[in-house]
């Protein structure tokens, strides 16, 4: 709706300012004269305004193709499906109760009365492994996990998300079952219609051979979104899916009772977007109708929540509000300056009659030029790049799949770069446009009406205009009010929970209150004030409130660095003659130059909303490269410090996750490709913690284990004669009742710390191995065994990458309790090999000798080029549409510099009659650029590394360290410098060159 009242206001401002022009040929001929009258500068107005519109165009075109990217994720895992209603079991196997189908009626038939719902379908799902005849138990790629469901072919075909599809669901029959699976599935595991499929239903049983499976006709093969590539329940990323008759589902699950169902899954009125809108009030509905036993998850609502919370996408809409904030800018200083140009002009048209309104119309049509041609190739601009900068994406992708080290892996990184398609809505492509026509018009006719109301000696003689005691006091008077608003904001923040509102409340109110004191010389006030408002952004976590919503809150991430790079740019400004000043102290021993110098520097302080908006557009742009420099580079040099943490210091991981593994601990050691090996054992306990006992792993190492293990970064107990970490391992091993634990599963755990376990009745119903990480709350029945005390005598930081997070003793001191309930069996060894390269080959070649068995293998190596890449290239990216943004800076202050040498004309003149030199002029125009850069360049550096400094100070990123990228930031500073002055030659020379006496008879 406010697209569209901004669209008529503008389409109706447009044809206004067409007809005026018709109306007023005059007036129009002199608008439209200016534009050829300095071809250069119009250039320059030209392409400030077109890479303006295109950084905020790009931007916007980003961040619309990562929402329309994760939202497609959303609509093809869930389609019409908005609610899961189930009964959760305490068996991790199954997952779900079963549901007679008495009940399931009573929901389906009152649903279906609901006017906010317009489907209901009864479900019976289990997440099972399928592969052909012989392979489903295999672990080598050869099996795959499927979400099977069985529904009614009715009811079926009555769902919303089938409507859009060609599917008939077989029926019952007393031959082999007939399913209908997706396309993906079918793609992947290479079946057609006919083939056959076998079903390993228990993870059990993968290892109990003589067992035979059940098997499966494919019967169809579809394509569809939501049911028909369910993936809500099963959290791997593949979506397979698997239609059958619920009669014969039943049977395959061994199910020995009939009209029986585990979920039910509800469709809100409306498309996949819209319905979710609806599920407070759905929910709202359901409640009364089941028991408190039973589980009503708003799937959609949730995953969208995620969405909006926590994703790249956030992060380059953080990005895209600064990157639009510097066009922003360089738009207001572009039309500031051509308005600040005509002010002689129009003075002199006011002097010989004309009104004040035909005056301001005459700048508006020159303007009007500018704004409406830049935009529109603006626009075709910022697409293109944003197109360019996705196509980088996908090749990331495509770069990333190359370095998935294990078959079938890549499946999800297909499916993502598939989907990852460019896509701008048309309101954002009307946006773009508005808002680099909207922005120089408002200007304009602000600055017209300004100067047609300015005294006409003033004007054309171009005398600056001060401020009457009447205006600042009007401008005290409108910060006041803002100082007002800004404390009932954070008030009412505070009061209301919100941190965003709060934080940003204290901000503005502390930014505001200098400019609200009716004082000439406060100077000190607003330095006090700026440097007040860092402080408080620096120690805002100190607030419960902020420091709860810190990290999690994208609003407020971008609140707390707008705080700082502002408060940081106002600080500046106000002390621009305090810069004069010292550096004119600075450089006074430099006879020769020293004119030079205070000639440079004195025009940039003395024009302060000129010198603050250019130097605003440089730190805007710096600001951001140096955000996502830092982070990056910050978890890069985490992850490379955590090598010897993944696997504690081995090379490879060899994991099995169905209890135990088809090759031993014998066999592995007998390979001439591996060098020590460890067996760690997980287990699955009962953990005490808040009056209830969860699910947590305990890994039982080996002598080998704590003899070769590398991991060295943990914090330790003082007083047990402890003296380094190597002593450390070897006191686990020496006593009894003793653990380590890592902070990532128990963060409030120190040591010195009593852990009080107990043991799991059955392993098997809790799942075993990568099922055991996802059950975490058990029921007293469960627990079967008394209570087991251990003390913690060191913990693994929580920010640490590990395979081992859990607890960790020794296996010797194994309580009796727990001995044979081990949940999983793992190997870590090294490799032989004295180079990386001869290390992977081994790798390479003993994966290949026991690719038909059992253990899962992982090699450190692999897993770092993998996270690697996708860091460094994803940061790569963001890096080239910023490196983009930097023509925002160096553009602006190429304009600057051309506006300065017409401004200045006369100015040079009578400096070169006083006797200074071309190589002097030159120089001035060098020194004043690189004043104005350089300040930009270390204002955008140093904000930007408070703001990192901050985001790691916060709760969401303890025990993360801060890396700073000092060589990056260097040579990014310089890269910038440089084409700043680069960009000023022409301009500097130009001015070097002019005559004097032609200078001073110069009047335009």
């Known amino acids: 709706m406010i697209i569209q009242i901004i669209s008529l206001f503008a389409g109706v401002a447009v044809i206004a300012i067409l007809v005026s022009m018709i109306r007023n040929p005059i007036i129009f001929k002199i608008g439209y004269r200016n534009i050829y009258r300095r071809k250069s500068d119009t250039f320059l107005v030209i392409m400030g305004s077109l890479i303006g519109t295109a950084l905020i165009m790009g931007s916007m075109a980003m961040n619309d193709s990562f929402q329309n990217f994760l939202y497609g994720q959303i609509e093809r895992t869930h389609g019409e499906i908005d609610e899961l209603i189930y009964i959760p079991s305490d068996n991790q196997n199954i997952g779900k109760e079963l549901i007679p189908n008495s009940k399931i009626e009573i929901l389906v038939d009152s649903l279906l009365k609901n006017e906010q719902v317009d489907g209901v379908l009864p479900i019976l799902s289990r997440t099972v492994s399928i592969g052909l005849p012989g392979e489903a138990r295999s672990q080598t790629g050869k099996s795959f996990q499927v979400s099977m469901i069985g529904v009614e072919a009715d009811q079926l075909s009555n769902w919303p998300d089938v409507d859009k599809v060609d599917l008939v669901l077989p029926s019952a029959t007393d031959e082999l079952p007939e399913v209908v699976i997706n396309k993906e599935l079918a793609e992947v595991a290479g079946v057609a219609v006919g083939d056959t499929l076998e079903i390993l239903v228990d993870p059990g049983q993968r290892l109990l051979f003589w067992i035979p499976l059940p098997e499966v006709r494919v019967a169809e093969i579809v394509e569809g979104n939501g049911i028909l590539h369910y993936q809500i329940e099963n959290q791997g990323s593949n979506g397979f899916t698997m239609l059958m008759d619920v009669e014969e589902a039943r049977e395959v699950l061994k199910i020995g009772v009939e009209d029986y169902y585990n979920a039910l899954i509800v469709s809100n009125r409306g498309d996949f977007l819209t319905g979710e809108r609806l599920t407070d009030q759905v929910v709202a509905s359901i409640k009364p109708l089941v028991g408190e036993e039973v589980v009503v998850r708003e799937v959609k609502k949730d995953s969208l929540s995620m969405v909006d919370q926590g994703n790249i996408g956030l992060l380059f809409l953080m990005l895209s509000v600064f990157a639009i904030f510097a066009g922003v800018l360089l738009l207001t200083n572009i039309y500031l300056m051509l308005a600040q140009e005509r002010r002689t002009e129009l003075g002199t048209l006011r002097a010989i009659g004309y009104s004040r309104k035909r005056v301001s119309r005459t700048i508006l049509y020159e303007g009007f030029f500018y704004s409406i041609f830049s935009s529109g190739i603006g626009v075709l601009a910022g697409l293109g790049i944003a197109r360019f900068i996705l196509g980088s994406f996908v090749n990331l992708f495509e770069d990333a799949v190359s370095l998935i080290p294990f078959e079938g892996a890549n499946i999800a990184f297909n499916s993502m ?4 398609v460019f896509f701008v809505r048309i309101d954002s492509i009307a946006y773009g446009f508005l808002l680099g026509l909207i922005i120089p018009m408002i200007i304009i006719v602000y600055t017209g009406r300004k100067i047609s109301r300015t005294n006409i000696v003033t004007a054309v003689r171009n005398i600056p205009e001060e401020l009457d005691e009447r205006k600042r006091l009007l401008l005290n008077v409108i910060a006041a009010v803002g100082v007002l608003v800004s404390v009932v904001m954070a008030y009412s923040g505070y009061s209301l929970g919100n941190a965003t509102g709060f934080f940003t409340g204290v901000m503005l109110a502390g930014l505001l209150i200098p400019v609200a004191i009716p004082m000439k010389n406060k100077r000190w006030i607003e330095s006090f004030f700026s440097i007040a408002v860092i402080v408080f952004t620096m120690f805002s976590n100190s607030f419960d409130l902020i420091a ?23 600080l500046i400004v106000y002390n621009l003659k305090t810069f004069e000043y010292l550096l004119n102290k600075l450089f006074q021993k430099a006879r020769a130059a020293a004119p030079v110098f205070k000639i440079s520097i004195a025009f940039s302080a003395r024009n302060r909303l000129r010198t ?14 140096t955000l996502i420099s830092i982070i990056p ?12 943490a993944i696997f504690a210091g081995f090379d490879v991981g060899a994991f099995s996750f169905t209890g135990e593994s088809a090759i031993t601990l014998t066999e592995l050691k007998s390979q001439l490709e591996v060098r020590e090996i460890s067996t760690v054992s997980g287990i699955n306990v009962a953990l005490r913690r808040d009056g209830r006992y969860d699910v947590e792993q305990v890994f039982a190492l080996d002598d080998n284990f704590i003899d070769y293990n590398r991991m060295t970064e943990l914090d330790f107990v003082e007083g047990l004669g402890i003296s380094d970490v190597k002593d450390l391992w070897n006191y686990l091993r020496d006593n009894s009742g003793t653990v380590i634990v890592s902070n990532s599963v128990l963060p409030d755990v120190r040591p010195g710390d009593v852990l009080e376990l107990r043991r799991i009745a059955d392993q098997s119903d809790t799942g075993n191995g990568a099922a055991a990480f996802t059950q975490k709350k058990l029921s007293s029945e469960m627990i079967d065994s008394g209570p087991i005390y251990l003390e913690v005598i060191a913990t693994i930081p929580e920010n640490t990458i590990s395979f081992l997070n859990g607890l960790l003793i020794y296996i010797g001191n194994t309580p009796a309790e727990l001995t044979g309930s081990s949940a999983a069996r793992h190997f870590l060894f090294n490799l032989s090999g004295d180079t990386e390269v001869e290390k992977k080959a081994n790798f390479d070649s003993l994966q290949d000798k026991i690719s038909s068995r059992s253990p899962f293998l992982l090699y450190v190596d692999d897993i770092m080029n993998l996270t690697s890449t996708m860091l460094q290239g994803t940061i790569s990216i963001l890096r080239s549409f910023l490196y983009f943004g930097m023509l925002v800076g160096i553009v602006g202050i190429a304009i600057i510099m051309f506006k300065a040498l017409h401004e200045r004309k006369r100015i040079i003149g009578m400096l070169k009659a006083i006797g200074f030199t071309k190589a002097m002029v030159f120089s001035s125009f060098l020194l004043e650029t690189s004043f104005i850069a350089i300040i930009g360049i270390l204002l955008g550096m140093v904000t930007g590394t408070l703001t990192s400094v901050e985001i790691f100070a916060s709760p969401l990123m303890e025990g993360m360290k801060l890396y700073i990228p000092w060589d990056q930031l260097i040579s990014m500073a310089l890269i910038f410098y440089i084409a700043s002055l680069v960009s000023t030659i022409i301009p500097s020379y130009s001015a070097s060159k002019i005559a004097p006496a032609e200078a001073l008879r110069y009047f335009e």
């Open 417 to 420: 770069q598939n989907s990852f």
């Open 548 to 570: 709860s919503n810190s990290g999690s809150s994208i609003y407020l991430t971008i609140a707390k660095g707008a705080a700082i790079l502002f408060a940081g740019l106002f």
């Open 612 to 625: 603050g908006l250019t130097i605003a557009m440089f730190a805007v742009v710096i600001f951001v490269i």
């Open 633 to 644: 580079y910050s978890m890069e040099q985490m992850l490379v410090k955590s090598r010897d």
